[in-house]
């Protein structure tokens, strides 16, 4: 809302990516595994040490969850539904403050029905509608929608390939909700970018902030012996950048 700081949430796949997002004074986290492949549902194990970090440091609010069940378009059959529902009534039970996740029809427009339940299925904790909403058409009447239902966060990247270029998508998402439902900018958001988002009037803003480390080599079998860890300097760069803005 107007004279509020932009809100800074970090995507996150591990224990330590969490440790940095709170040490770093990022408001938010989306926990999730597999960002490589654009994130996945994490272990129930790690959703539950997560919670435990949060709770200990007094962060209420701070723990969201990816609920995605497989790579790939976001148009799920029956049993993938199923799963989305068992996964999002486990991950309250873990302690998740929130969850992130979106459906498309077969046309490929957000399913409102399914996300009605959804919703209902996440009960008290907050639903965030990610970014299948930039490859579904008519995105502005579908926030307006989504926010019907009780959706709290839409993320976005305007439609574009850096949120920074979607601008007058995100402005108008941000109008038509009128404060009803979060836009949080996400998509390739580089600290740079900060000022240009939260002067778009954004309530927030996404970014995975890695950097790729490169381990011992892992046998056959073992996949790719570099992976992505949360940065601490770009961490602390997005979250200066957003104090000294307003939305």
Not at 1 to 26: K, W
Not at 237 to 247: I, N, Q
């Amino acid at each position: 809302m107007p004279g509020s700081a932009v809100a800074v949430e970090i995507a996150v796949q591990d224990l330590e990516g969490v440790r940095i997002a709170l040490g770093e004074g990022a408001d938010t986290v989306e926990l999730c595994a597999a960002l490589g492949v654009g994130g996945l549902t994490p272990s129930a194990g790690v959703v539950e040490l997560a919670a435990e970090l949060a709770r200990d440091a007094g962060r209420q609010g701070f723990l969201h969850v990816l609920v995605r069940p497989r790579p790939g378009g976001f148009y799920y059959t029956g049993n993938e539904i199923d799963v989305i529902l068992r996964d999002i009534r486990q991950l309250r039970e873990l302690g998740a403050d929130g969850i992130v996740t979106g459906v498309l029809d077969e046309r490929g427009q957000v399913d409102i029905d399914t996300m009605h339940g959804l919703v209902d299925a996440a009960g008290p904790i907050g639903v965030t509608f990610h970014r299948a909403i930039d490859v579904a058409p008519h995105p502005v009447s579908a926030v307006e929608k989504l926010a019907q239902l009780g959706v709290r966060r839409v993320l976005s990247s305007g439609q574009a390939k850096r949120s920074v270029d979607g601008v007058d998508l995100l402005c108008a998402m941000t109008a038509k909700t009128a404060g009803r439902v979060n836009i949080i900018a996400g998509g390739n958001v580089a600290p740079s970018d900060i000022p240009v988002l939260a002067a778009a009037g954004v309530h927030g803003v996404h970014l995975s902030a890695r950097h790729v480390v490169v381990g011992t080599a892992s046998g056959p079998g073992g996949g790719d012996t570099a992976y992505d860890a949360t940065d601490v300097a770009l961490v602390r760069s997005a979250v200066e950048a957003a104090r000294r803005h307003t939305s």
